[in-house]
């Protein structure tokens, strides 16, 4: 009954919200971010001590921020991943430098975008598939109808999905090997032998080699992009900033490079980074 039943109360659900104004969703959201804030929890403790610790300056203005950023993502969520109107989903996206992403793919080696959980990083598949044909990196829930809605719901006509899993990797791989763009998002804990050990803001991170074999295979350019915020019903602008050199054959320097790209897209826009997802934990084998 849920494989049946899940699939189309969450479709619902989604479609609901997704017709709403984008200036809506993101008052809305904020006030979600707020009532949260407003309770303890779990969340909000984790995303209160890693704030702290990555930016010793900040204050409890910020952490209250940066919670209602987290309520504004989870309501923009449906209104990327439901619309298909790319010209007006572009109108929303401050960017001069598309060219960027057109010279390097000329190379025919790829491209490998990158980008930590930060700001509305769920518009970032839509937008750049609206001009190429790419492949997204996704954890994949442990409910199998669950997964399934969510290939179906965020795939595009350029725009695939692939389940981390081995699957996956090989995905990835034939994408690069095409001359064609794959999306990583770094910051998540890799599962225990798929990563290393790396600082992240000046803490131990497990942190994935994936992006480093990906490169070295396919000698693909690696560009760091994020989608800010720039208020509600402002748009977004994205940023985007090519690493200036290949990463490193050794796995720790690689990561410790790619953590360290991390890092200088958060402090663009700290308060909006999901600073509550437990990216410090020890990986699960």
Same mark, same amino acid.
């Given at each position: 009954?849920?494989?049946?039943?899940?699939?189309?109360?969450?479709?619902?659900?989604?479609?609901?919200?997704?017709?709403?104004?984008?200036? /809506?969703? &993101?008052?809305?959201? $904020?006030? =979600?971010?707020?009532?949260?804030?407003? +309770?303890?929890?779990?969340?909000?403790?984790?995303?209160?001590?890693?704030?702290?610790?990555?930016?010793?300056?900040?204050?409890?203005?910020?952490?209250? !921020?940066?919670? /209602?950023?987290?309520?504004?993502?989870? /309501?923009?969520?449906?209104?990327?991943?439901?619309?298909?109107?790319? $010209?007006?989903?572009?109108?929303?996206? *401050?960017?001069?430098?598309? &060219?960027?992403?057109?010279?390097?793919?000329?190379?025919?080696?790829?491209? %490998?975008?990158?980008?930590?959980?930060?700001?509305?990083?769920?518009?970032?598949?839509?937008?750049?598939?609206?001009?190429?044909?790419?492949?997204?990196?996704?954890?994949?829930?442990?409910?199998?109808? /669950?997964?399934?809605?969510? =290939?179906?719901?965020?795939?595009?006509?350029?725009?695939?999905? $692939?389940? !981390?899993?081995?699957?996956?990797?090989?995905?990835? =791989?034939?994408?690069?090997?095409?001359? &064609?763009?794959?999306?990583?998002?770094?910051?998540?804990?890799?599962?225990?032998?798929?990563?290393?050990? !790396?600082?992240?803001?000046?803490?131990? !991170?497990?942190?994935?080699?994936?992006?480093?074999?990906?490169?070295?295979?396919?000698?693909?350019?690696? +560009? %760091? #992009?994020?989608? *800010? @915020?720039?208020?509600?019903?402002?748009?977004?602008?994205?940023?985007?900033?090519?690493?200036?050199?290949?990463?490193?054959?050794?796995? =720790?320097?690689?990561?410790?490079? #790619?953590?360290?790209?991390?890092? *200088?897209?958060? @402090?663009?826009?700290?308060?909006?980074?999901?600073?509550?997802?437990?990216?410090?934990?020890?990986?699960?084998?």
């Amino acid at each position: 009954m849920r494989k049946v039943l899940g699939p189309a109360v969450v479709t619902l659900i989604f479609r609901s919200l997704a017709w709403l104004p984008l200036s /809506l969703l &993101q008052a809305l959201g $904020a006030c =979600v971010g707020w009532l949260t804030w407003q +309770f303890p929890g779990t969340y909000k403790r984790r995303a209160e001590e890693n704030f702290s610790r990555a930016f010793p300056s900040s204050n409890a203005s910020m952490h209250r !921020a940066a919670m /209602l950023s987290v309520g504004k993502m989870m /309501l923009e969520m449906p209104y990327w991943w439901v619309r298909r109107n790319e $010209a007006q989903l572009n109108r929303q996206v *401050e960017c001069k430098e598309w &060219q960027l992403f057109d010279a390097a793919l000329q190379s025919g080696k790829g491209v %490998i975008l990158l980008s930590p959980h930060v700001g509305c990083f769920e518009l970032l598949g839509p937008i750049y598939s609206s001009r190429h044909k790419s492949t997204v990196l996704f954890r994949p829930p442990r409910q199998i109808w /669950l997964q399934a809605w969510i =290939v179906k719901m965020r795939s595009r006509p350029q725009l695939t999905m $692939a389940p !981390a899993n081995l699957s996956g990797v090989r995905t990835l =791989v034939k994408t690069l090997l095409r001359g &064609q763009t794959i999306g990583i998002l770094p910051d998540q804990v890799p599962t225990l032998g798929e990563g290393v050990w !790396a600082p992240f803001f000046g803490r131990p !991170a497990y942190t994935m080699t994936l992006v480093q074999r990906l490169q070295s295979l396919s000698g693909a350019t690696i +560009f %760091i #992009i994020g989608a *800010e @915020r720039k208020g509600i019903g402002r748009g977004y602008r994205l940023h985007i900033h090519p690493m200036p050199q290949p990463l490193s054959a050794d796995p =720790v320097s690689a990561a410790t490079e #790619i953590n360290h790209q991390m890092e *200088e897209m958060i @402090r663009r826009m700290p308060t909006q980074y999901l600073w509550g997802y437990n990216r410090y934990k020890t990986p699960a084998s």
